[in-house]
């Protein structure tokens, strides 16, 4: 036919084009991962690979369940609600294996950090200016931080 | 924090987008303009811009082949671009860019540059000898039909590929307007205007691409400017570039009068870190001086040098002026806070992956390759005698 | 009370036991969890926060978080008297060693505000990425799938809240999972599990017995930046209108 003799380059460019459409859909379909939109536009694999992800905090819990005369000794003080790790540091690994040593928070630093009196601190939080209250004598010398408060019998 | 002056959210401290994504909208911008100087002859019958129809086409390949490579650098995962093509996200508009990119490159550039070539390719692949016949051969993909029905086929598709081409043209650059206009969280960026605002400096830039590359080209070949054809493109720039200046006003009027929670810190950013990038190189020396000048030509009469003169001025003004707006917009976003609190520095590293070295290396790539595409399909009839359109000096 | 060695023996053993418990495989193949069954989000309570920083350093310390980003952090306000367009900010290294010591202001308040990412029911991040590698799990928690992130810094352009950043050894983008790995199992935030005074709580939407409920009846909240209208789900309690 003499259209396709005339236009014979324009269907084989045409052809070039549909090959590599074609080649394209199959190295798509070998490459594309899985689990990709299992539940959305995303790989399903990646929630699982998220959420194993390692715990280095253990959860008050964890140590709840063999500190439990720890507990009740906080639990009747003003830490009531101090959670365990958010003084003595990620311990998940003393959780899974007790017979690793954590070691005891350094009380010089870890004190000072929430109860250092500052302006800034909502007001009736117990703040102390450190000098002035203790003239640098280490805080558990006379507070028990398990339950700090010196009149309900905290004292050391 | 050095280089911080007040808040900044902690995160936002150093830039994420450096130069190069400050590259590729230009990059993209001077090959879309350079089609829409192209399309001016095919579609718009603008016969005066002819000579610089083929240069057109090549300069927009040579720039659209350098494009991606500036993103390639930027990414943190280069390797894993690809998934672009994969799994594209809809709602994204960069999830765009690898489609928009390919059906750029491969049905409208490549095609409209075949199509018109296609006479001298065939001509070639049979005088030619080594390996360059056998690359003309295979861009013949086999066929050697010149006939006039071959021929008039071809100029018809290739009309109507320029003719879809101008909007696959909007839509390259465009898109990148929306990449940072539909960002909401950025009132530098977020506006309806911004993919206008691109597209229109885009079109400035590239048409004063070609005419640089025009006027360059003949001085180094030895041939006479045509000079119906540069006035015309001055023409057709200075249009281009008044809707660009008046949209990009309004942006800026419509800020200063509603100004709202951002205004104050933007305001501060363009007083301050921003004044040498956006007052003096984008709007005074890079859109106003262009502006006067080629605006100047169409009112009073001045000789043939002059103008060429006036026009190579110009040109590299609108060049540098549209460089740096991109700057202003991409750097610009970056440098104060969202709590409007603050602003940080941009450090641009010397020879980093994003820094100074690459990006001047990227901007000169292209010329490389254009001497290379001139060479292997020349723009020009390759005999030296008199050229297409009579010498007018000074019309 | 001193652990002996006769302690540990008996102990040991019950230790694991609880500690395997708690490590309960993937939530999508859990029996213990459904993702269909939660709807995460966060409460922070403003005038329960005292600065100490707790928060940013325990999240560093679970998740790896490189030094100079953050995956949460807290920023400090001053406000002088009705001059709430005008706040005076800081955030020293994220908060994370807490704050230097200020005197009261006759004029002008200070208080203490914890960010984080808010993970949003409509957030603006996950709807710009490219490649899918961003999203909202079905539990409502917005996540960065790491092995599929092109590391192109879009998402971290289109948060309003400046949470997101580009992790500078992995490069790719990197932000606040709400601990999915410890949420899944049982377990609170490590920023919440540390917080001293209880200012950051985690709360499940769908669990009709969550405290957040009552909570939110009686208390007036607010979220960060709501023009944006971003679905944000950390809700603060008290939040001052002079924050950013």
Redesign the interface.
Known sequence: M?IF??????F??AG??LAGTLI?LVV?AG??PQS?GQYG?YRGAAIGEIAARPLHFAGHQSCESCHSDVAQTKAGGMHAHVNCEACHGPLAKHAADPSIDPGKPDVATLCVRCHTASAARPKGFPQVDAEQHSGGVACNTCHQPHNPAIAAGGAR | MPGVEG???????SL??SVLIVLYPYVTGLVAGAFILASLVRVFRVEAVAPTYRLALLTALAFLLVAPLPLQL?????E????????????????M?GFVYLWYL??VLT?EI?LDY?ADIVALSQTTRGWRRLLYRIL????T?V?E??LH?DER?GWFITLIGIPSAFLLHGYVGF?FG?????PWWSSPLMPVVFIFSAMVSGIAAVMLLYMALMRLRGQPIDMRCVDTIAQYMLYIFTIDFSLEMLDLVHRIYEADESFRSLDFMVHTKLWFSQVVLQICLGTLVPILLVGLVQVTKLSAPLRRRMYAVSGSLALIGIFAMRWNVVIG??LF?????GYTTYKMGLATREGLLVSIGFTILPLFILAVLVKLLPPWPQEQHAPRHAVVAGD | MKITRRHLILLLPAAAVAWESILAGTPEASPNYAMTDHWWSMLIDIPKCIGCGNCVRACQAENDVPD???RT?V?RYHVEDWNLAN?????P??GKEGFPSVAEDPNGKYFFVP?LCNHCADS?CT???????TFVTTDGVVVVDQK???????C???????????HPE???ADKCTLCYHRITKGLTTACCEACPTGARQLADLKNPKDPIHAFLKNHSVQVLKPQ?ATGAKVFYNDLDGSV?
């Open positions: 003499s003799r005339d236009a014979e380059h324009l084989r460019l070039v084009y394209f798509r490459v594309i990709f536009h | 808040f900044m959210y902690p995160n936002e401290v994420y987008w930027h990414l943190g995962h280069p894993r671009s690809f998934e672009m093509y994969l799994t594209p996200h809809r709602t994204s508009a960069m999830a860019f491969m049905a095609v075949w296609r013949t993909l086999g066929s039909n006939s029905r071959a086929i598709v990449i539909s960002i909401k969280a950025n976003g970056q806070s969202k709590s409007f609190l | 100079g980003f953050f952090w920023e706040p005076q900010v800081i955030s290294d994220g960010k603006p709807q710009v990425c490219p490649v899918g590698a599929y992130c092109l590391g192109c810094a879009y971290v352009q289109a948060c309003p809240y400046g949470c997101r950043y580009i992995k490069r790719v944006m950013r």
